[in-house]
């Protein structure tokens, strides 16, 4: 069994969308972080929204011109790591395409609940019910690139993400697919933003995050950006710290690595100390795409493996999104993503330098 490759990525994101705007902007240091304009209610507030985008342009599909937000951008971040990978269009069959989301289509969902309520069954949009259900972005996507491999939707938290990544390994591995799509997605809702700004959740965002990962034996005529060296992904209500070291160590035994061969972890700030303390050691930098993107929950998990994947291409880890700044190697080969829940779920995947 070869490498496990990523060869296409696809960001849709408040600060660019494709992996040049992406890129240059976090080269600069730019923030997607304004005033909110789609959400009346709570319009002095701050997050992350995605600007206006002919969608038309990318996905002339009619079919899809009045899907919810959470479908467009999950078809829209599959297009650019598809036209990013350029795979070859015959094997659909064995291509498969994950999907995880936190939250789904909350806007036409309750759009739906408030006609059926008030209105009665008769006056409810069936457009509404269909992308009401949790699964609508994976259907709408697998039909809009013509995918006849597997299709999966997994429903969770930020480490829902990982979780996506870990179940294409395992079907890679296993042989029922040769390559597979993992998407994340997540929009911006009014009760949603009004629930976690209550949390002090914020600020919080929106849009989209694709890979297309393959065994290397499959790619054709492209050089990928790095390989999946490590994953892991484990729950302990009870023990997150535990919970946390151990997928630390899972991780880097499948990489064959040691704690000293990861030069840069990318995680949420607050988790420097855990890091520090998991790795026994506090002179790993900690990087995170948040600070300019905003939250947006399993996306932004997704939105740090992409990154991990241009650092680990280009060479350079942009002062921007270093939180913990320790000494940056000067050739970076290996890069730990980590991610946790309150509700004591804990995961890390190992992106490493293809050779």
């Known amino acids: 069994m070869g490498r496990l490759v990523l060869t296409g990525i696809g960001p849709l994101t408040p600060i ?6 992406f890129w240059d902007a976090i080269l600069n240091g730019a923030s997607g972080i304004r005033k909110i304009t789609k959400l009346p209610a709570f319009s002095e507030y701050y997050g992350g929204e995605i600007g ?35 795979p070859d269009s015959s094997s659909s069959e064995n291509l498969g395409i994950i999907v995880s989301l936190t939250h789904g289509a909350l806007n036409y969902t309750q759009s739906y609940h408030r006609l ?7 006056s ?6 269909c ?14 690139f013509g995918v006849h491999g597997p299709v999966h939707t997994l429903i969770g938290g930020k480490t829902i993400a990982t979780k996506a990544i870990l179940r294409a390994a395992q079907m890679i591995r296993a042989g029922a697919i ?22 002090g959740l914020s600020p919080l965002s929106e849009g989209a995050g694709a ?19 490590g994953i892991a992904s484990r729950s302990n209500p009870s023990d997150l710290p535990s919970v946390f070291h151990k997928t630390m160590e899972k991780s880097l035994e499948m990489a064959n690595l040691k704690t000293g061969d990861i030069d840069l972890v990318m995680a949420e700030p607050s988790l420097s100390d855990m890091i520090a303390r998991c790795l026994n050691t506090g002179n790993i930098p900690v990087g995170s795409i948040t600070p300019l993107t905003g939250s947006a929950f399993s ?15 280009y060479g350079i880890a942009p002062s921007s999104i270093i939180s913990k700044r320790e000494k940056i190697p000067d050739e970076i080969r290996n890069i730990m993503i980590c991610v946790t829940e309150r509700e004591g779920i804990a995961s890390t995947v190992i992106l490493s330098k293809y050779p």
Not at 124 to 129: D, G, L, N, W
Not at 178 to 199: K, M, P, T
Not at 211 to 229: A, I, Q, R
């Open 178 to 199: 040769d390559r597979s799509i993992i998407v994340s997605a997540d929009e911006l809702n009014e009760l949603s933003f009004s629930c976690y700004s209550r949390l």
């Open 211 to 229: 890979l297309f990962l393959e065994n290397e034996h499959t790619m054709k005529g492209v050089f990928p950006y790095c390989y999946l060296s």
């Open 16 to 21: 660019g969308m494709g992996k040049k705007q």
């Open 131 to 144: 992308d009401s259900i949790l699964n609508a972005s994976a259907g709408n996507t697998s039909i809009c």
């Open 299 to 313: 996306v932004t998990t997704m939105w740090d493996i992409i990154v991990s994947a241009l650092i680990i291409k």
């Open 124 to 129: 409810v949009s069936p457009i509404f019910f």
């Open 116 to 122: 059926l309520i008030t209105e009665g069954v008769e």
């Open 52 to 86: 206006d985008i002919n969608f038309d342009e990318y996905i002339p599909d009619k079919r899809f011109r009045r899907t919810a937000d959470i479908s467009r951008y999950t078809m829209l971040a599959v297009k650019l790591a598809l036209d990013d990978a350029n």
